[in-house]
């Protein structure tokens, strides 16, 4: 293993063969139950398919990403710290909300990719977990330009967690192949993830109307944001 890495290493496990890293880009504002259910979800799906999970990530947006409700990173940060400080393989990577400017998610994998081969001097596996309504904005060139998809799938394979109602929809083979030929076998549905329908929307509309976050984000995470009086306002 190489020291140089430039993400977090503490919780990488020695990759003793079918290794796997899982990596999750999002707003997480705030980080909610339901990120944390879809990592351990797609880190189940992995162990089912035979694969040693090494670690995982969740890399936090940047701030100048255009999207209701986000707040400054370094709040984002250290709630996304707060979830994970108690989890065996879950680590928070500051590199894509730390840059200069937005990057889009491809560059972000890719950072992983070059992180990872440095860490652990061969090409591990790398995955992208994400829900179904990225999955599906995947085939949407004003959404995604097909390069940036074909570069992230040349980075990582694609882990989909969906909703219970959207599993009838994700159809690698028809989807994939129809419009990224040669990718269908780096895309796969985590077809056995609990339904949860709370979202950083509904956290954040709860707390505005006056309500209680409690069981929807981690008690640290919930702590924080009362301290903080994050999300009272509509902006």
Not at 46 to 61: D, H, M, T, W
Not at 91 to 108: G, H, I, K, N, Q
Not at 141 to 164: C, G, M, N, Q, Y
Request: charged share 20%; glycine share 6%; net charge neutral.
């Amino acid at each position: 293993m190489n020291t140089t890495c430039l993400c977090p290493t503490r919780k990488l496990r020695e990759n003793n063969g079918n290794g796997i890293v899982l990596v999750n880009c999002g707003s997480f504002s705030p980080i909610t139950l339901a990120h944390l259910l879809l990592m351990e979800s797609a880190h189940n799906f992995a162990l089912y398919r035979g694969f040693q999970v090494l670690g995982g990530y969740l890399s936090p947006v940047h701030d100048s990403y255009r999207k209701t409700g986000l707040i400054h990173s370094r709040h984002r940060l250290e709630m996304c710290q707060l979830a994970v400080e108690d989890s065996s393989w879950l680590m928070v990577d500051s590199w894509e909300c730390s840059r200069s400017e937005y990057s889009p998610t491809f560059l972000a994998m890719e950072h992983f990719r070059r992180q990872m081969d440095s860490f652990y001097g061969d090409r591990v596996q790398l995955a992208f977990v994400c829900g179904s309504d990225l999955y599906h904005s995947l085939f949407d060139p004003e959404i995604w330009p097909k390069e940036h998809v074909e570069r992230l799938l040349d980075s990582a394979s694609l882990f989909v967690v969906p909703r219970t109602e959207d599993l009838n929809k994700c159809k690698v083979d028809k989807q994939v192949a129809g419009y990224l030929p040669g990718y269908q076998d780096k895309v796969f549905i985590v077809n056995q993830a609990p339904l949860c329908q709370i979202s950083s929307t509904l956290v954040r509309d709860t707390i505005r109307k006056g309500g209680s976050v409690k069981y929807m984000v981690p008690d640290s995470v919930h702590r924080y944001i009362i301290r903080h009086g994050l999300f009272h306002s509509s902006k």
